[in-house]
């Protein structure tokens, strides 16, 4: 039996309505959805933005993706849900997987995928590219990511806030994503390095408890559940010194 074909959606940030066509399109012929969820007991974020464009007559299977950083644990969890994709896949139907964002960019996408061709090396993927949370913050707070030839730089934070404080000194534009419980120590930084009029903030972009702070002062203090995990700041660089002789 010929094998099913695997469609990785890219939902986008939170507005059901920032998918793309193609990827609507898709979700609404498709017969099996896989949606990841962080805990037992939750709702899937990417389930509550697809679900409009979901055919109801499709079987929904949710996959737990713990929020850890156990590599051995994270690790089972993608050879799990790889499993349970191929056993859809080798019965011959289609089947669709939802990611936030963009499918390609710090997506459980990327690792359920390269698990699932070591099972089936010649199964066919086609994957659907959907709106950063980035591209959403940039267009909600009238923020420029990319000028002229200066770059962009994308940093998922961490407890270690080193990587942040050198791409500040490249210049152009910073993306920091997934902040949660870092904001405090973030905002710390960026106040040292006097950086906080340089800023703007969007957390659950689209969706219905949406922020967006223009003033990145106003967040001091905020704790993770106000501001949330889903949460994006944009930092315009330090201007680059033009070279040149002293005269």
């Known amino acids: 039996m010929k094998l099913g074909t695997l469609y990785g959606i890219g939902v986008g940030p939170g507005d059901p309505d920032l998918i793309t066509v193609k990827g609507a399109a898709i979700l609404s012929a498709c017969p099996h959805v896989f949606v990841p969820k962080a805990r037992k007991g939750a709702e899937s974020v990417a389930l509550s933005i697809a679900g409009k464009h979901i055919s ?23 050879e799990e849900s790889a499993r349970l994709v191929a056993e859809v896949l080798e019965n011959g139907e289609d089947a669709c997987f939802l990611t936030l964002g963009d499918a390609f960019l710090y997506s459980t996408y990327i690792y359920m995928l390269r698990a699932l061709r070591e099972r089936l090396p010649n199964v066919e993927a086609v994957t659907v590219p959907g709106i950063t949370a980035f591209s959403a913050a940039a267009a909600l707070a009238e923020f420029p990511v990319g000028e002229a030839k200066e770059p962009v730089v994308i940093v998922p934070t961490a407890d270690d806030l080193e990587d942040i404080r050198r791409a500040l000194s490249m210049g152009g534009t910073l993306v920091l994503m997934k902040i949660g419980k870092r904001l405090g120590a973030i905002l710390d930084l960026l106040e040292e390095e006097g950086m906080m009029d340089r800023g703007v903030f969007v957390a659950h972009a689209g969706m219905e408890n949406q922020r967006i702070e223009l003033d990145l002062r106003s967040l001091k203090g905020a704790t993770e559940e106000k501001v949330g995990y889903l949460s994006t700041i944009l930092i315009h660089g330090r201007p680059r010194v033009s070279g040149g002789e002293a005269s």
């Open 56 to 78: 109801p007559q499709a079987t929904i299977h949710e996959i737990l993706f713990p929020m850890t950083t156990d590599r051995v644990e994270l690790q089972e969890r993608w």
